[in-house]
Nanobody
Framework: VQLQASGGGLVQAGGSLRLSCEAS????????MAWFRQAPGKEREFVGS????????YIADSVKGRFTISRDSAKNTMYLQMNSLKPEDTALYYC??????????????????WGQGTQVTVSS
């Protein structure tokens, strides 16, 4: 699976951004996908994940109510809609994928496929 993340940028606090992650490869249709983020000097943090079918999602408590994850299977693309952005959301955002499992996984070590990251900067 190959992943290409895009959509990052500079936004003021309270603003919105939508990230996209386009996937390609033979096993995309059988893959669960996820978003992670990493701020300078911090560990990579789980943001949200979505099942292969798109029917089930899991969002981290730190962004629940502000971020929404979705997936367009026809386009092999996953999205992260980010609203009410805060300066602490500033990070490099990565998309990741793995072969589908029974439950959604939140640890980065469970995801073997990664995109290159897209920078999100939120100014106060």
């Amino acid at each position: 699976v190959q992943l290409q993340a895009s959509g990052g940028g500079l936004v003021q606090a309270g603003g919105s951004l939508r990230l996209s992650c386009e996937a390609s490869g033979r096993t995309v249709s059988r893959s669960d996908m996820a978003w992670f983020r990493q701020a300078p000097g911090k560990e990579r943090e789980f943001v949200g994940s979505i099942k292969r079918s798109g029917g089930s999602t899991y969002i981290a408590d730190s962004v629940k109510g502000r971020f929404t994850i979705s997936r367009d299977s026809a386009k092999n693309t996953m999205y992260l809609q980010m609203n009410s952005l805060k300066p602490e959301d500033t990070a490099l955002y990565y998309c990741a994928a793995r072969t589908q499992t029974t439950v959604l996984l939140t640890g980065p070590r469970y995801y073997p496929y990664w995109g290159q990251g897209t920078q999100v900067t939120v100014s106060s």
